[in-house]
């Protein structure tokens, strides 16, 4: 007598019974082949325009080229680094006064971070550039850091209200000072739920400093479009292209692995700090005890 697995149940959705598998196999199989159909079509088409010659390859091993494309891919590396790290001061600054129990200044916090987050970043990478004159590198890294800064003040504030209502009662009971409770015992607890969502937020700061060659900052794809534009035959850009565009995507999916990394290996191991207590002294007699 064969015993049958029963899938587990849950309220989040029903379980699929042998009708829907089997039409969600189809559909597996229908998507899959419209994919390598695309895939295909798109090779074939870059076979026929003759993308894959070796003349249209044969400037990539000239060692001029070969450095500015380093040299493009440092100032990326670079840019991404300055916005990266004042994101987080900002986004850290601005959730604070968020936070506040002052109304001016949670209110100041708000308006700020609703402006930055509802402003596209080229219009402001721009309006730095054009009309305060800032040079490129500057001009983006603000840019970048506005924006992704006020959308990580939300990400901050988020975690440290999702923290347990009860841990802030406990730490005020104890005497400690709001800046104690959120430095020593909020913070700390929403770190690991907030690190996921912070990693994929600077994937999009990444991805945002290809913009960068707007306004003529040596960037990687400014440095590919210097290259396309000076080489001489029929769409140099595709191959440009094909160079690039995997460096960008192979970037944006290491930090996207390393988020994904991060959130399995807390939801697996759970680290908990022991803390040490100190040995039971005789305290202070309350009054009127002898």
């Not at 070796?54 to 670079?78: C, D, M, R, S, V």
Request: glycine share 6%; proline share 6%; charged share 15%.
């Amino acid at each position: 007598m064969t015993t049958r697995t029963v899938p587990p149940a849950t309220a989040l959705y029903d379980i699929p019974g042998p009708v829907a598998r089997r039409r969600h196999r189809l559909y597996g199989v229908v998507s899959t082949a419209l994919i390598l159909a695309l895939v295909g079509w798109i090779v074939y088409l870059l076979f026929h325009t003759e993308q894959f010659t070796a003349a249209k390859w044969t400037p990539f091993e000239y060692q001029g080229i070969q450095k500015l494309l380093l040299h493009g891919l440092g100032n990326t590396l670079k840019a991404f680094g300055y916005a990266a790290v004042l994101s987080l001061v900002l986004g850290a600054v601005l959730a604070v006064g968020r936070l506040s129990e002052h109304r001016a200044v949670r209110r100041l916090s708000t308006l700020l971070v609703e402006f930055f987050r509802a402003m596209p970043v080229l219009v402001m990478i721009f309006f730095i550039f054009v009309a305060l004159k800032v040079q490129p590198l500057p001009a983006l890294v603000t840019g970048l850091t506005l924006y992704n800064g006020s959308v990580l003040a939300e990400v901050f504030r988020t975690g440290i209200n999702s923290v347990d209502r009860g841990q802030r009662e406990a730490a005020y009971a104890l005497g400690m000072r709001k800046t104690q409770v959120t430095t020593f015992v909020l913070a700390p607890q929403a770190v690991r739920a907030m690190l996921p969502t912070i990693i994929s937020q600077l994937v999009v700061a990444l991805k945002d400093t290809s913009l960068g060659y707007l306004i003529t900052y040596e960037e990687f794809l400014h440095a590919g479009k210097l290259i396309a534009s000076n080489l001489d035959y029929d769409l140099p850009f595709i191959p440009v292209v094909m160079v690039i565009s995997p460096i960008y995507i192979g970037m944006c999916m290491l930090l996207s692995w390393f988020a994904t990394w991060v959130a399995k290996r807390e939801r697996r191991n759970p680290k908990t700090k022991a803390v040490e207590v100190a040995p039971a002294e005789p305290g202070t007699l309350l009054p009127g005890v002898q």
